[in-house]
């Protein structure tokens, strides 16, 4: 176990509709990153957050939306769904020195039907 | 932009037996990590080992062990004495330093290796 939490673990959504995941963040650490997993690819980097601010994006479109809380947990937010949305998001979270591991959690597979 | 390539989609190895995964990469960094991750069924990617680009003496974490060559942009992973609970997918990934936080990963698309009894 990393410390780091992902809810729910699953879900199924309809195309069109809005989607939140959360992550809680291991103790002491300050930064999030979120991945989108497509089936039997490698994670792709969607954004980061530190401290409470978006310190990186990767090449998803607006709809694409996250936030960090004053406790360091973050909430990825997803709009519009689309079919291609379906994956395993992933959430990792890690401290602010260039030796710090980063620590992931299980992942949120999300289904857009 | 930075690029991993893992042209192997899967392996297969024997317990016991030795494996190694290959990993090349594409940077215009001089420095840099590169990491091995090990995903199971269960989903969590575990970090298995980290190298820096800066050291030269290869990293080594128990049955785990990495040739790096830096001027080729190379990076294999070996696994010694391979155990079932090894069975997994494993993803090479780069990542470029950031101050005042950790960067992002840049993966991959991974490796699936399945150990046999």
């Known amino acids: 176990e990393t410390g780091v939490t992902q809810s729910p673990t699953h879900l199924i959504k309809t195309r069109g509709q809005q989607v939140t995941l959360r992550c809680s963040s291991q103790?002491?650490?300050?930064?999030v990153s979120w991945y989108q997993q497509a089936l039997g690819q490698g994670p792709q980097f969607i954004f980061q957050?530190?401290?409470?601010?978006?310190?990186g994006r990767g090449n998803f479109p607006p709809r694409f939306s996250g936030l960090q809380f004053p406790n360091y947990s973050s909430e990825l937010n997803v709009n519009a769904l689309e079919l291609d949305d379906s994956a395993l998001y992933l959430c990792?979270?890690?401290?602010?020195?260039?030796?710090?591991?980063?620590?992931f959690g299980q992942g949120t597979r999300l289904t857009v039907v | 932009a930075q690029t991993v390539t893992q042209s192997q989609p899967e392996m297969s190895v024997q317990e016991a037996e030795t494996v190694t995964l290959s990993c090349t990469y594409d940077t215009s960094e001089n420095n840099y990590y590169l990491f091995w991750y090990k995903q199971p069924p269960s989903r969590q990617m575990i970090l298995v080992i980290r190298?820096?680009?800066?050291?030269?003496q290869n990293a080594t974490e128990n049955r785990f062990s990495v040739n790096f060559q830096k001027a080729a942009k190379s990076f294999s992973l070996k696994i010694s004495d391979s155990q079932l609970g090894d069975t997994a997918m494993y993803f090479c990934?780069?990542?470029?330093?950031?101050?005042?936080?950790?960067?992002?990963?840049?993966f991959g698309k991974g490796i699936t290796l399945s150990v046999r009894p």
């Open positions: 990934a780069f990542m470029k330093p950031n101050t005042g936080a950790n960067s992002k990963l840049t």
């Open positions: 103790s002491g650490h300050n930064t």
């Open positions: 190298q820096e680009a800066y050291k030269q």
């Open positions: 957050y530190y401290r409470e601010e978006e310190n």
């Open positions: 990792a979270s890690s401290g602010d020195s260039l030796n710090t591991e980063a620590f």
